[in-house]
Structure formats: C-alpha cells, structure tokens
C-alpha cells in the first residue's frame, strides 16, 4: 500500500505559478508509474502528466509546454510545476501512484487549485 499526501495548492492569479508536491509513503524510484490528474466541477478526472518506469512521460495537450513533472527520490516526493496558469486549470489535483503493473494505483486527498483574477 502506498500513501500519498499532496500540497501547495491554492489561489492564484492567471499567468501565475504554483508548484504541487506529492509525498509517497514509500521509495518511488521502483514505481510503475506516478503523477497527477485533475477534475474540475462537474467534468471527469482527466490526465495532466504522469512518468512512468520506462522513462516515458506524458503529458496533456492543454498543459503541455507550461507544466513540468519531476521527482527527488531522496525524498519520495513528485512535484508538478504550473507555469502560465490559466482560469481552466482550476481544478482538484490528484497525486496518483502504481507501485507495479500487479498492483492497483492509489490516490491521494487532492489538492485545490483555483486560478481566478
């Protein structure tokens, strides 16, 4: 079982930056996959960007050139860098983690991103 705590969500101003990090209770440099996902009111939670053991990453179409995934394994930690934000990035952000293609993802609390001026 894998716990996952995010943070550094909240208020920001369109064009602003926010930086979210994902702590995992466990090493994540052996995990399947890691990232984050996001769903707003009233839509389906949807992919922002994930990287997976292999080395691939991949992001969303809407998000891509302004948000950057990356991880500090000394910290179990997986951060996700939103640059240029937009009032269509607000949303709940969800860490998301898969220790092995065997076993179930598990998600975190989420945490609130609003961009609004």
């Known amino acids: 079982q894998v716990q996952l705590v995010e943070s550094g969500g909240g208020l920001v101003q369109p064009g602003g930056s926010l930086r979210l990090s994902c702590a995992a209770s466990r090493s994540i440099f052996s995990m399947y996959s890691m990232g984050w996902y996001r769903q707003a009111p009233g839509k389906q939670r949807e992919l922002v960007a994930v990287?997976?053991?292999?080395?691939?990453?991949n992001y969303a179409d809407s998000v891509k050139g302004r948000f950057t995934i990356s991880s500090d394994d000394a910290k179990n930690t997986v951060y996700l860098q939103m640059n240029s934000l937009k009032v269509e990035d607000t949303a709940v952000y969800y860490c998301?983690?898969?220790?092995?293609?065997?076993?179930?993802?598990?998600w975190g609390q989420g945490t609130q991103v609003t961009v609004s001026s």
């Open positions: 990287f997976h053991s292999d080395s691939n990453t």
């Open positions: 998301y983690g898969r220790p092995s293609v065997f076993e179930t993802g598990y």
